[in-house]
């Protein structure tokens, strides 16, 4: 739900070119509004509608919910008062991620607020910890491949010089291409990690 509320708001930020401002007001009333029903069930009406009462509650949990997660040991159990940890990392992330791969032409920004979410979600612990090493090994996969594809994209293909023979460019792209698989087997081998 919060990534969903995340990446919608940077898309219409990005499509309407809202400003940081008003992006992070649409976060905070998305979370005020679409949130009650993981974080505070019991304070709404029929399980769907917000009430004062919820936005009370939702205020609360986004400030007690991370001190009361500095004194529990992970992993965290199924408490509505704490979801609102894991559902404000994954509302933040997704905006701050989305906002900067929309909006900037360096994606490698994009891998800061991934990276944040990744580690705020291992500190969360994990019932599964058989899933950690290849979730991460997959995370670091997917990203840094988007950001390298992303990169090379955004970056204008330079034509043959007069003096530079084809066999040159071909043999710089293959070193490109060899640089880029050994960017991509330490970003593996760091995300395992």
Not at 8 to 29: C, D, E, H, Y
Not at 30 to 45: D, E, H, N
Not at 142 to 154: D, L, N, Q, S
């Amino acid at each position: 739900l919060a990534l969903v509320i995340g990446i919608a708001l940077a898309l219409a930020g990005a499509r309407w070119k809202l400003s940081t401002s008003t992006v992070a007001v649409g976060a905070v009333l998305g979370y005020l509004l679409l949130t009650g029903p993981v974080i505070a069930p019991a304070t709404m009406i029929a399980g769907v509608v917000p009430t004062p009462a919820t936005a009370k509650e939702l205020a609360l949990a986004a400030v007690r919910s991370w001190r009361d997660s500095l004194t529990l040991l992970p992993p965290f159990d199924g408490r509505p008062s704490l979801s609102a940890v894991p559902v404000l990392l994954g509302l933040l992330g997704a905006v701050v991620a989305v906002s900067l791969a929309l909006r900037l032409r360096r994606p490698w920004w994009v891998l800061i607020p991934v990276a944040a979410v990744l580690v705020g979600s291992a500190l969360m612990g994990s019932r599964e910890a058989s899933w950690l090493l290849p979730r991460g090994a997959l995370l670091a996969l997917v990203t840094f491949g988007w950001a390298a594809w992303r990169g090379r994209r955004a970056r204008p293909e330079s034509a043959v010089g007069i003096n530079q023979s084809a066999d040159s460019a071909e043999a710089g792209a293959s070193s490109r291409r060899w640089s880029a698989l050994a960017v991509l087997a330490v970003a593996v081998a760091a995300g395992s990690a």
